[in-house]
């Protein structure tokens, strides 16, 4: 948004008209002030930049389309069903170079941060880098590095290994030393209700993990399993340290494939 606002626009400028759209808002949170200025001076009277609060997780689309047009998604529907498209500025972006330049989609802007790397920076590389390349561009790692995640610090997930590919999807890779890493036991659910209040979706995290628990995921979809975007809020809040998103997840897979066996989360540990 600061280094290629001029491109940001333009790619929601040709999405809007791909796809007929009627109104087009670009949304960006007020901790991004500069940001904002940034598009503010780049946008045609036809768009409006509009300033959404920075509360997690603000950028989901289901919130993000709430705080823009005042539409509700209802649950198991997409932003469509209410006639709204959602698509992140790295995609309009993407639009614009392919449209204007018949680029395609080669590279990719990433933020390596956190305490374990050397040198924290914004990058662009080409897609198919690898993560330890990636990790030696920048220094590479601090002698108490522990934990590489890819994506946010919500969200994203831990690597087993750095010989991985940036794909166009990663975000950003964090990096942790080892006394920043969590490894507590959890506790049974004590029925606080906190998770239940966290959630943006009203989903029932706390019921999913309990059945997942006892053995019984496949029970778990009148709880919202499918719905559940993994934002992490609920297992944040959760006093017994829960690891909720890792029951969802095991519920999610035992959807797949029919049958929870092998799927457990290792009892009491949450890592
Ligand atoms: S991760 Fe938890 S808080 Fe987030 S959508 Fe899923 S159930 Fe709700
Ligand atoms: S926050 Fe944790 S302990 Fe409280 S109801 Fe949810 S799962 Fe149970």
Known sequence: MLEQPLDVVTGAVLIGKIVGASRIVIGVEDNKPDAIAALSAMVPSEIAVSVCASRYPQGSERQLVEALTGRTVPTGKLPLHVGVVVQNVATAVACSDAIRYRRPLIDRTITVAGSGIARPANLRVPIGTSVKDVIAACGGL????????????MMGRALGRLDVPIIKSTGGLIVLRAD?????????CISCGRCLEACPLGLEPNAISIYTEAGRALETEPFGTRECFECGCCAF????QRPLVQFIQTAKAAFSTGSQAGLAVRPGVAS
């Open 237 to 240: 809040v959760c006093p017994s």
């Open 180 to 188: 920043e890493i969590r490894r507590a036991t959890y506790g049974p």
């Open 142 to 153: 601090h002698p108490r590095a522990a934990k590489v995640i890819a994506g946010g610090p």
